[in-house]
Structure formats: C-alpha cells, structure tokens
C-alpha cells in the first residue's frame, strides 16, 4: 500500500513507497512544545522511501543537530530529523491508525496525567531509531 501524508492545510504532501519499519513515542518537553500536544508520535520509513510530492517545508533548527520541519502556512509538524534519523510525525500521516509502534522514549519526561498501557517498552530518554538520512 501506499504510505502518504501532509500538513492540516493541504499545502505540503509527501509519500511513502515502503511501510513504516519502526514507530516511537516521544514524552520530551521540546516535542510537546513543538507539537502542542501531550506526547508525540514519530514513524521511520526505509531509508530513501520518502518524497515530498506537493510544496516544500519550512524548518525549524531546535538544538544542535536537531530539524523539525513544519507547514509554513497552517504551522502542522511534520518531521524530526537529527543524526541522520529521519521522523515523520505520526499526526501527519494519513492513515496513522496502520502504525505498529516499537516504544516509548523520554519517559523520563513524562506528564504525570498520561498512563501508559499499551505494554511498549520505555526508554526514559532516546531509543535512537533505525537511522535514515533527511529528505530534501
Ligand atoms: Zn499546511
Ligand atoms: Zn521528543
């Protein structure tokens, strides 16, 4: 199947031509201030898989060695790369319901209120991913 997806106002499309090999949460305070919400979702694709199809984003450097690439006019987070690790943030897909995910990293940092269930592993800071190298 093919693997797409894009920012809230259409602006910025990209796809996939693999499935998704590895699937992290991120509980860390530059993660929920960069995507508003209480924990983020991030999906690696095999390297070279992913293209951007439609406009181009804007990017964002959050610490050294880190990019977070973002929709310049709706502000959707659409990547976190760093170390040659190529995300996809888990919102921006359009089917992110298909995700199988690995684990939780950062827990360290967790917000009191979210209770993990799911029996992922945690990892109370990184997990590192699987590597890939920046789309451009
Ligand atoms: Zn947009
Ligand atoms: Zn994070």
Not at 37 to 51: D, I, L, R, Y
Not at 84 to 94: A, E, W
Not at 117 to 122: E, K, Q, S, Y
Request: glycine content about 12%.
């Amino acid at each position: 199947m093919d693997w797409a997806g894009g920012c809230l106002c259409g602006a910025v499309r990209y796809r996939a031509s693999a499935a998704p090999d590895y699937a992290s949460y991120c509980h860390c305070g530059m993660c929920r201030k960069a995507s508003g919400a209480p924990f983020s979702g991030f999906v690696q694709f095999p390297e070279g898989t992913v293209e951007w199809t439609k406009g181009r984003p804007d990017r964002y450097t959050s610490s050294d060695g880190a990019v977070r690439r973002f929709c310049a006019t709706c502000g959707s987070a659409l990547t976190f790369e760093a170390d040659n690790v190529l995300f996809m943030t888990l919102g921006s897909l359009d089917a992110p319901e298909k995700v199988d995910f690995d684990c939780h990293t950062y827990t360290a940092f967790k917000l009191p209120q979210i209770h993990l269930t799911d029996g992922l592993p945690h990892h109370p800071g990184p997990a590192g991913g699987k590597g890939g190298r920046p789309i451009d």
